[in-house]
């Protein structure tokens, strides 16, 4: 962390600190969305002048992008990636992943969901360019999935047969239904529930004790 300082119209300059000031954007950004968003919230939530915010982050957009990727690197963010390369199964890996998100969408430390998923659902034509953003990233989500089954395919944790693709969008689906299941009030005992049904459907078996007789 450090230091920002933006100059009043009169009288010494005023500081912030840029971290807090980024950490409260991405807050308001995660609970109400993109477009929910003012330049007059953010500054309110920040607590700091117009000025400050464009002189330090740049436009709404800009902050915006940059509130994503804080967000990201945040362990209610970076859960799934940690998952794919601390697991040394595949399926211990999306269990995981399940599992940490039906928890950690509905906790009310923090706004429910999340961000990438539910930020751009509806924006405006101006603004698509934010909603293409937020679907690049999931994508490069779902590709980040796909290449952790293929290796699981290629070590035989997965049969032949299986469609790595076909799972790796099955598995971003159920994430993004946790998300919305969350944000509609869903608890984590619900989302478990889900989770667990969700993980029956992993084809074949394998030598992981974790692992439930799986569909064919």
Known sequence: MWDMTETPKRGRP??????TALTAATRLFWERGYEGVSIGDLTEAMG????????????????????????????VGAFAGLALREEPTAYGAFAR????????????????GCLVISAATNVTPQDAG???????????????????LRQAQRAGELP???????????FAAVLQ???????????????????ELALAAWPGATDTPDTPDALA
Do not use: W
Request: charged share 30%.
């Open 14 to 19: 005023r500081t912030f600190d840029r971290a």
């Open 48 to 75: 700091i002048r117009s000025g400050s915010l464009y002189a330090t982050f740049g436009d709404k957009r800009s902050l915006f992008e940059e509130a994503v990727e804080a967000y990201g690197r945040s362990p």
């Open 97 to 112: 992943i399940l599992r940490e998100a039906a928890v950690i969408y509905p906790d009310p430390a923090h706004p429910a």
């Open 130 to 148: 934010v909603q293409e953003f937020l679907r690049m990233l999931r994508n490069a989500n779902l590709d980040g999935f796909e290449t952790r």
């Open 160 to 170: 032949v047969g299986a469609d790595p693709r076909d799972l790796a969008e099955y």
């Open 177 to 195: 239904g946790l998300s919305q299941r969350a944000r509609d009030g869903a608890g984590a005992d619900r989302l478990t529930a889900v989770a």
